[in-house]
Every structure is written in C-alpha cells, then in structure tokens.
C-alpha cells in the first residue's frame, strides 16, 4: 500500500506563498493518479491540481495561475505551490494517490474523492487578510 506524509501548511498573510509537500513510500510514481484536494468545513472536498502517469498536470480553474503540481520522481515526493495566495484559499489540504488501472486515464477516469484509494493526513493552509 501508498503512504502519504505531507507537510509545509501554515498562515500566511494574503499574496504570500506557501509549498506542500507530499512524500510517498510504497509506490511508484507511474502506476499511479496523483492529485491535491482541499476542504472547508461544511464544505465537499474538491479537486485542486492533478497530474498524471506522464507529468501532464490539470489545474482547476479557481487556482489556476496561482497553484502549480509537481513531482521529484527521484526523491518520490508531490508539491503544490501555492502563489498569490487569497483568503478563500484557506482550507485543509490533502494529496491523494490512486492505483491507475490499465488504459484508464487519470484526467478521466480518476476526478473524485471516492476514486483515490490513498490520502494524506491533511495540511492547514490559512490565508489572512
């Protein structure tokens, strides 16, 4: 099975900057859907950034610009990075990893909470203004 430990949420004040990191063990970048989702309290869980199998990233629109996905394959570690940060940014953000079937695409076939089998524990992010 995946672990995911993630780290580097905080407050910031708005405009400021934020890296979360995301370090998986058990698993192999490739064979995987790799995504960060953030909720508020009361609030579903939303998709934030994807990328897949082959580096291509799919960003929602609410962030687009701002957040950017990435991946050190070496060191087997996701990234969010998080500029120009808003008050309405401000959430508990989790990555996720889910076990990418055969022809089966990420961007397509892996969009919602309930298709990622594996979670981090979870980031604050806190945006003042």
């Known amino acids: 099975q995946v672990q995911l430990v993630e780290s580097g949420g905080g407050s910031v004040q708005s405009g400021g900057c934020l890296r979360l990191?995301?370090?998986?063990?058990?698993?192999?970048?490739?064979?995987?859907?790799w995504a960060w989702f953030r909720q508020v309290p009361g609030k579903e869980r939303e998709g934030v950034a994807q990328i897949n199998n082959i580096g291509s990233t799919n960003i929602a629109d609410s962030v687009k610009g701002r957040f950017t996905i990435s991946q050190d394959n070496v060191n087997n570690t996701l990234y969010l990075q998080m500029n120009s940060l808003k008050p309405e940014d401000t959430a508990m953000y989790y990555c996720?990893?889910?076990?990418?079937?055969?022809?089966?695409?990420?961007?397509?076939?892996?969009?919602?909470?309930?298709?990622?089998?594996?979670w981090g524990q979870g980031a604050q992010v806190t945006v003042s203004s």
């Open positions: 996720a990893a889910a076990a990418r079937r055969p022809l089966r695409q990420c961007f397509i076939h892996y969009k919602t909470v309930y298709d990622y089998n594996y």
């Open positions: 990191s995301c370090a998986a063990s058990g698993s192999t970048f490739s064979n995987y859907c």
